[in-house]
Nanobody
Framework: QVQLVESGGGLVQPGGSLRLSCAVS????????MGWYRQAPGKQRELVAT???????NYSNSVKGRFTISRDNAKNTAYLQMNGLKPEDTADYYC?????????WGQGTQVTVSS
């Protein structure tokens, strides 16, 4: 059974940085396309960043240039480095592993950007 566990969220001041981690168990991360999504209160879940098996990345316009998605296949973990955080980045962040029509999600980690 594939399980994803996010960590690294928390409270940070505007302009600060956080690194989210997504640890995958039950399978090798190398077979999955990985993604980070977020959901702010009262809003729909939205895509933040994705990375393919080959390492090609894609970012939403709202985070491009500030966030970096990466993966460490040896550690079976994906990451989201978030720099230059803004109050509008406040949300629950979710990790997704995708293989064809199969999708797996973590439970989410909360990020709050506030002074």
């Amino acid at each position: 059974q594939v399980q994803l566990v996010e960590s690294g969220g928390g409270l940070v001041q505007p302009g600060g940085s956080l690194r989210l981690s997504c640890a995958v168990s039950g399978s090798l991360i190398s077979i999955f396309a990985m993604g980070w999504y977020r959901q702010a209160p009262g809003k729909q879940r939205e895509l933040v960043a994705t990375t393919t098996i080959s390492g090609r990345t894609n970012y939403s316009n709202s985070v491009k240039g500030r966030f970096t998605i990466s993966r460490d296949n040896a550690k079976n973990t994906a990451y989201l480095q978030m720099n230059g955080l803004k109050p509008e980045d406040t949300a629950d962040y979710y990790c997704q592993a995708k293989l064809g029509s199969y999708e797996y999600w973590g439970q989410g980690t909360q990020v709050t950007v506030s002074s």
